[in-house]
């Protein structure tokens, strides 16, 4: 498996984003996806998940209604589309798999001990 971002960059806030998450070395399926984003000087924390089944997604109250996620099956690809975007999510972000796909709670999805698989970050700087 090897997960990698892309769609990282320099944008005004209030601008738009999408970051994509490819896996260059199989399918998605069976899987949970998530996104977690790390700020200087912060932990890495957690952002969105997506089961790529059962199309069930969640997002960390700090996102919602800003970010979405979404999916292109042909393409093995998923999205994180960002909105009205903030200094403050100025992070690198992080795809990640978890092969326990459905199994994961909800709660377990925020968690980045439950994803098996990560990409290697991609930067997004927003600026005032």
């Known amino acids: 498996v090897q997960l990698v971002e892309s769609g990282g960059g320099l944008v005004q806030a209030g601008g738009s984003l999408r970051l994509s998450c490819v896996d260059s070395?199989?399918?998605?399926?069976?899987?949970?996806m998530g996104w977690f984003r790390r700020a200087p000087g912060k932990e890495r924390e957690f952002v969105a998940a997506?089961?790529?089944?059962?199309?069930?997604?969640l997002q960390s109250d700090s996102v919602k209604g800003q970010f979405t996620m979404s999916r292109d099956n042909a393409k093995n690809t998923m999205y994180l589309q960002m909105n009205s975007q903030k200094p403050e999510d100025t992070a690198v972000y992080y795809c990640a798999a978890s092969a326990k796909g459905d199994r994961l709670s909800d709660y377990e999805r925020t968690f980045m001990g439950e994803y098996d698989y990560w990409g290697q970050g991609t930067q997004v700087t927003v600026s005032s």
């Open positions: 997506f089961s790529w089944n059962s199309g069930h997604t």
């Open positions: 070395g199989r399918t998605f399926s069976g899987n949970a």
